[in-house]
């Protein structure tokens, strides 16, 4: 696609549920990251992708916390037993040769 | 990790004027990245400048690697430019780290 693209764009959910969010990159971008952003503060790295693995996932703030990325293209951040602390957006990032290119992010609300 | 200093934290501006925001940061880096962040949320890249000096239309930016620091430059400023800018660096290709962003308001 043109652009990277993140669904859904807004989630609401119950304390103690689970959550799948989904990025699509910009077609033939090998790297994926995702970031967390809180209110009022700069996003915060969480994960990085080259192809289908995992090359750093230092910035998931627990086991709760966990991402995939199959085929090497669309991944998914999974959260389970959502907590209040868990509200914020995701942010899913795609790069070829450094740069990175955000998507619009998805706003998880965790009631 | 690399910490990244922006100033000022926010700034107000009238329509037409020009202005300067300063990212300073801890460590040697190999990327550098000044994003726009629209009232959307959506971050928009404006450039990509570990080092040396960009331009872009009414936008440019300057890095100076050796001392840290980089600079974004907005000139004839319009409404459509305020929202909060974002500079991010990485010392590995991939791990950005954010600064706490500068608000800019620009009033008609």
């Known amino acids: 696609g043109a652009g990277v693209s993140q669904t859904p764009s807004n989630k609401v959910t119950e304390k103690g549920k689970y959550v799948e969010l989904r990025c699509d990159p910009i077609?033939?971008?090998?790297?994926l990251y995702w970031y967390r952003q809180s209110l009022g503060q700069g996003p915060e790295f969480l994960i990085y992708?080259?192809?289908?693995?995992?090359?750093?996932d230092s910035g998931l703030p627990n086991d709760r916390f966990f991402a995939v990325r199959p085929e090497g293209s669309v991944s998914t951040l999974k959260i389970q037993r959502t907590e209040r602390g868990d509200s914020a957006v995701y942010l899913c990032a795609s790069s070829l040769t450094g740069e990175l290119f955000f998507g619009e992010g998805s706003r998880l609300t965790v009631l | 990790g690399i910490q990244v200093e922006q100033s000022p934290p926010d700034l107000i501006l009238q329509e037409g004027a020009n202005s300067t925001l300063r990212c300073n940061f801890s460590?040697?880096?190999?990327?550098l990245q000044w994003f726009h962040q629209n009232p959307w949320g959506q971050l928009i890249n404006l450039f990509y400048?570990?080092?040396g000096t960009k331009q872009n239309g009414r936008l440019s930016a300057t890095t100076v690697a050796t001392e840290r620091y980089s600079l974004l430059y907005i000139s004839s400023s319009q409404t459509t430019d305020s929202g909060v800018y974002f500079c991010a660096v990485s010392s590995n290709d991939y791990k950005l780290s954010f600064g706490a962003g500068t608000t800019v308001t620009v009033r008609a």
């Open positions: 077609s033939g971008h090998t790297a």
């Open positions: 400048i570990p080092s």
């Open positions: 460590d040697s880096v190999n990327n």
């Open positions: 992708f080259q192809g289908t693995g995992a090359a750093d």
